[in-house]
């Protein structure tokens, strides 16, 4: 009864709900390995991995027998970046319950998180083998599809998904960012809005920004190809007159190139990104931000190469390269 209640709480997103729940059935029934497994699955989704983690861990000592907690493990080591342990951990949940479709999928993506594709996707194709119709199972073909750089297929596969189950929020997020990587900025930002009114407690900013973040990454390798191409230019023209001239064509071809695809990417995703910027966690913002205004900086210069020639525009455009990777970098540690 008390697994019951708890696991009606977390099927509707109430959490603490559920977390209350759980605990007052292990308070009587402290070694009761399904509570202990449900309780990491509600900790996990409150993102309380450390908590998390020790629970799964009680969990599988209480029950090593269940393959849910040994899937549940390797969910949580998924998110911790452990992803060898995730694979044992799965594999594992696979073993004690090899018609089990869930272990299956989560070895799937502990295998991707691994760097192993080609793996994940037999694995990932095992489990719906056993659950042909399952929402969660074509989610992960979709998931490591895409991973692999399969988008048709994992279009396909999320599709599908979506045809049996029209409200799958991750469905509907994964087929937005899919879109992303098409660029239909429009019908991805539409998805993602969608999805957003859908879970208003709990907005994915991250994804919702992915237009400046997207753009501030192509213009980032754009300047470098571009720049370093017009200095090997200016570098010829020491010996060829008419590679200087080409040097700066090619500035103002480089920058024409890249305020297009900003335009192209900004122009169709609206607003809606510039307001969720602000509220991203602090060091992603100022990177965002620093990152754009370094870039706007470099293509301006690009500019005035055109316009003047000389090697000075050029190494400014590096140095502004390496200053916004210097600052991508240190955030990202």
């Known amino acids: 009864m008390t697994y019951a209640r708890a696991w009606q709480f977390a099927q509707i ?7 209350r729940a759980a605990r007052e059935g292990l308070a009587a029934a402290p070694f009761d390995g399904g509570l202990l497994v449900l309780l990491a699955s509600v900790l996990r989704l409150r993102k309380e991995y450390a908590s998390a983690l020790s629970t799964v861990d009680a969990a599988v000592a209480a029950a090593p027998h269940r393959a849910d907690a040994h899937a549940e493990r390797a969910e949580l080591l998924i998110l911790l970046l452990r992803a060898r342990e995730a694979v044992e951990a799965a594999g594992e949940a696979v073993r004690l319950a090899p018609m089990e479709p ?41 998931e490591i599809e895409r991973d692999a750089g399969n988008r048709e297929a994992a279009t396909a596969a999320a599709r599908a998904a979506l045809a049996i189950e029209p409200g799958s929020s991750y469905g509907r997020w994964l087929m937005a960012m899919l879109d992303a ?71 103002a071809v480089v920058a024409a190139v890249l305020i297009g695809f900003a335009v192209r990417v900004l122009v169709p995703a609206g607003r809606l990104p510039w307001r969720c910027l602000p509220l991203l ?53």
Do not use: C, K
């Open 281 to 333: 966690p602090a060091p992603m913002r100022r990177s965002g931000l620093a990152g754009l205004a370094l870039v706007a900086v470099a293509v301006v210069v690009l500019v005035v190469q055109a316009a003047t020639g000389g090697w000075v525009p050029v190494v400014l455009v590096l140095a502004l390269w390496a200053l916004g990777a210097r600052a991508t970098f240190m955030t990202r540690a």
């Open 102 to 142: 869930a272990g299956h999928r989560v070895l799937a993506r502990a295998l991707a998180a691994a760097g192993s594709p080609a793996p994940a996707r037999a694995a990932a194709a095992h489990g719906l083998s056993l659950d042909p119709r399952s929402v969660e199972g074509l989610l992960t073909v979709a």
């Open 181 to 251: 990587e098409r660029l239909q900025v429009r019908r991805s930002m539409r998805g993602l809005r969608e999805v957003a009114r859908d879970n208003p407690a709990r907005p994915d900013l991250s994804s919702m920004t992915w237009p400046i973040r997207g753009v501030l990454s192509g213009l980032r390798r754009g300047l470098v190809v571009g720049a370093g191409a017009v200095g090997l230019s200016l570098l010829v023209g020491h010996w060829w007159d008419p590679a200087a001239t080409f040097a700066r064509l090619l500035s």
């Open 13 to 19: 997103g109430r959490y603490a709900d559920a977390e």
